[in-house]
């Protein structure tokens, strides 16, 4: 018989919890880290020889939208490749549950534009075996899964069900909506939800349902919002994510709830859903004076390069600018239709601000590259940049980016330049003391962006190669103070007793692979995806899901439920 499923031999370990590295072995057993030490002479099942290699824990991912790709892909990747083993869904409001069976079509059809992911995808991906939030849990629980899942109660879905669609879009709620509305959600706690979250971007949100009107949370009452507070206050545990939320109100939801906050988001210029939030120094500031006042609010921080591509044919993140949001929606037939509306193109001339970005894009369209073009005789124009091909044609940046998608079908595919990265900046930001790396979007605008990749590029770009904090730091951004924020008890460090959510790791080798669409998705659905190379294994509840970044197949991952010890 031999004393461990696993043994991880002489590798550097790195706990989570900023203790100084160290050199030494794991011994893992039935699900747990049995033992930290010089295990000499010990035997097991899989032998890991770690010689040069790196150990640490799973990195814990606070900010995803995997709330139906879960249910088709276990992993949820792009996280799952990048070494995340814990992630949080139902982010900014979103979410499945609780829904009437005659709303499912609709509450997928609302997260069709805003994530990029097709409801006919969502439709034959998701089981629907729920109407209530603890029963959307129970599902979740006995799903297959690969990393571990905790969840919000988002309050998009928790609206509409209480409200009705277009109440919740237009009004406040009543004292008796309010009232069951607090019941749902206490209830949805008692099953395991972490809290709540909303998205409060207004009117003119970029993460917009798929009719182009704002979601529900955008233009909610306040009042109502500090009124979901309040039922944390009473159940004295959970915690409140926002995006967009103001200084003011943010402190007033902490009053109201005395939980702590994760506010969105703490960024250098522009985050991917096109909001500056002014000078970041100024938020460092105030998030250093709130939590000395007592106001527990941790900042999501955008701590990778905000990069693009996209092609005209499902892009939405201009939706900030009414006319290229009407040009963007509908059919690829209906788009090349308005597309050449000149009414619409005088509207979209007239919102351009030259060096600077348009909608949730920072990138100012003239320096977007051509980085291909579907016709053969369009391909010449590849590698110039749309302020190049204006110059060269004599028209408005507008037109020629339009002109050029027009003639390609829409086929075209923009891409953002090399970004230059203020180092100084973000070594500020990074190292701020509430900040917390991330904002992945993992499951979100999946034909755009590939922000799940933010572990390894904060171990690479931000540690490896500009040395902006230490390795132990970093593992501690990345596991422990993200689990603590999210107030889960057993992960994110390594300790003896713990569930063996961990990595072994080659850190000179570690690097990010190009992003490239892939065709895995259900109903004939495409993503944009990037891969990883160096994590040599990735263990979660003490077995393998990925060895050399190929996926061994097993599903070791647990719901989550807020509270509890797995």
């Known amino acids: 018989m031999t004393d461990y499923d696993i043994l991880i031999k002489n590798g550097t370990i790195f706990d989570g919890l900023q203790t100084p590295r160290y050199r030494g072995d ?3 057993k039935d699900g747990l880290i049995a033992h930290i030490g010089n295990l000499k002479g010990a035997t097991a099942g899989e032998v890991i020889q770690a010689e040069g290699l790196h150990i640490c824990p799973g990195f814990v991912d606070l900010h995803t939208h995997y709330d139906s790709q879960i249910f088709w892909d276990p992993y949820c990747t792009i996280s799952g490749w990048h070494g995340v083993t814990s992630v949080v869904i139902g982010n900014c409001g979103f979410g499945f549950a609780p829904v009437k069976p005659e709303d499912r079509m609709r509450s997928m059809l609302t997260m069709e534009r805003n994530e990029a992911v097709r409801a006919t995808t969502m439709e034959a991906g998701m089981p629907w075996d729920w109407e209530t939030y603890p029963e959307f849990l129970d599902s979740l629980d006995r799903t297959p899964k690969g990393v571990n899942v905790l969840s919000y109660v ?16 237009s009004r406040p709620a009543t004292t008796e909506e309010r009232s069951t509305m607090a019941e749902l959600l206490s209830e949805a706690l008692d099953a395991g939800g972490c809290g709540f979250s909303a998205q409060l971007l207004g009117e003119n949100s970029v993460q917009r349902d798929y009719d182009g009107t704002p979601m529900i949370t955008d233009t909610m009452s306040e009042d109502d919002l500090r009124f979901f507070a309040t039922v944390l206050a009473e159940k004295k545990r959970g915690f409140i994510q926002v995006i967009a939320a103001t200084q003011e109100l943010t402190e007033q939801l902490c009053e109201a709830s005395g939980r702590p906050v994760i506010w969105n988001a703490l960024v250098l210029n522009r985050d991917q859903h096109g909001l500056t939030f002014g000078a970041y120094k100024d938020y460092i500031k105030w ?43 509908g059919t690829i037939e209906e788009r090349l239709i308005k597309m050449q509306d000149e009414a619409l193109r005088i509207e979209v001339r007239e919102a351009f601000i030259p060096n600077q970005g348009t909608g949730a894009s920072p990138t100012p369209i003239p320096e977007l590259k051509i980085a291909e073009c579907k016709k053969r005789e369009l391909r010449l124009l590849e590698g110039l940049s749309v302020g190049e091909l204006a110059d060269q044609q004599g028209k408005h940046p507008v037109d020629a980016m339009l002109d050029l998608a027009i003639e390609d079908n829409l086929e075209t595919l923009f891409v953002t330049p090399p970004q230059d990265l203020d180092i100084e900046a973000m070594s500020e930001v990074a190292n701020s003391a509430y900040a917390l790396p991330g904002v992945s979007d ?24 500009n040395n902006i904090m230490t390795l132990e730091q970093a593992h501690w951004r990345l596991s422990a103070y993200p689990a603590q924020a999210a107030g889960i008890r057993d992960r994110g460090y390594l300790a003896e007793g713990m569930p063996a959510d961990l990595l072994v790791y080659d850190f ?56 509890q010890s797995i």
């Open 287 to 329: 998030l250093d004076e709130a939590n000395q006042r007592g106001n527990r609010i941790f900042a999501q921080a955008l701590t990778c390069r905000n990069d693009y591509q996209f092609t005209l044919e499902e892009w939405n993140l201009y939706d900030t600018v009414p006319a290229w949001r009407e040009m963007t929606m």
């Open 154 to 169: 988002g309050l998009n879905p928790l609206m509409q069900y209480v409200m009705g669609l277009e109440a919740a879009k």
């Open 26 to 28: 794991i011994g893992i």
């Open 442 to 465: 993992g499951g979100a605008h999946m034909k755009f962006v590939t922000f799940g990749r933010y572990p390894t590029e904060f171990l690479t770009l931000l540690v490896r190669d």
């Open 508 to 563: 000179n080798d570690l690097k990010i692979l190009d992003p490239e669409p892939m065709y895995d998705f259900p109903a004939d659905d495409w993503r944009l995806a990037c891969k990883a190379e160096g994590y040599r294994y990735t263990i979660v509840n003490g077995e393998i899901t990925f060895k050399d970044s190929i996926c061994t197949n097993a599903t070791p991952g647990k719901l989550l439920r807020h509270g």
